[in-house]
């Protein structure tokens, strides 16, 4: 679905950490300046997912149980502790083809669309950092902050943007708001309502009474 509407020019996903780390489990983290091996990433994905308890193991999560009868079985080996095994060829190219493009930021105008969001540090320079994709130097898993901080939902910033991001399960189960960041409450992973909102064409800072937020409940396909 997501390939599909990715073909409208007003569709624009961006990178999360889970799209980067299945990327390195695929052997594709060349396209960010990574040649460790396949096998490293599988292992610190089961040692950060170390359960495969029905509601902690990440694909429980989002319904793409391990045992049943459904799309993920062709996507993974043996599914058990001691033997698990991803075959990356398995993977349609068109699916890898879809999460290689995704690009870790979208801005537009003054918003800039991030996954967990920006540090208070220069913008400018983190947003060169990304555009770079070369997170070598970065250490072992590789992964951004801007792809995976939760420390930074609300840090205050003075630049001129407005960043807009989720990734966080935040206090109370509500959207962080300020003047210059919007960080959406991101629970629908655990079958809470997706959070969303309008936004204006461009703003100086946030008013919430040009703003629409609403939630969206979310079918769980079986």
């Known amino acids: 679905m997501l390939c599909d509407l990715k073909e409208n020019e007003w569709f624009h996903p961006i990178m999360g950490n889970h799209?980067?780390?299945?990327?390195?489990?695929?052997?594709?983290?060349?396209?960010?300046?990574?040649?460790?091996q396949t096998e490293k990433f599988n292992n610190e994905w089961l040692h950060y997912f170390n359960s495969y308890e029905e509601n902690k193991f990440t694909p429980y999560q989002y319904n793409s149980k391990l045992s049943n009868d459904n799309i993920i079985k062709e996507f993974l080996g043996k599914n058990n502790r001691d033997d698990f095994v991803i075959y990356p060829t398995s993977i349609p190219e068109k699916h890898k083809n879809f999460l290689v493009s995704l690009p870790l930021?979208?801005?537009?105008?003054?918003?800039?669309?991030?996954?967990?969001?920006?540090?208070?540090?220069?913008?400018?320079?983190?947003?060169?950092f990304l555009d770079k994709r070369n997170f070598q130097n970065i250490g072992f898993p590789y992964i951004p902050e801007q792809l995976k901080n939760k420390k930074i939902w609300n840090k205050e910033h003075n630049s001129n943007y407005i960043v807009v991001s989720g990734h966080c399960k935040l206090p109370n189960h509500k959207n962080f708001v300020s003047e210059k960041r919007i960080t959406f409450h991101s629970g629908s992973c655990n079958d809470e309502n997706l959070h969303c909102g309008l936004l204006p064409d461009y703003c100086d800072i946030i008013d919430t009474n040009k703003c629409i937020f609403f939630d969206v409940q979310t079918d769980i396909i079986e």
Not at 19 to 36: A, C, Q, R, T
Not at 105 to 125: E, M, P, Q, T, W
């Open 19 to 36: 799209d980067l780390m299945n990327l390195y489990n695929m052997g594709l983290g060349n396209k960010f300046g990574i040649n460790e």
């Open 105 to 128: 930021y979208y801005k537009i105008n003054n918003y800039i669309f991030v996954h967990a969001g920006l540090n208070d540090n220069d913008i400018d320079s983190q947003l060169d």
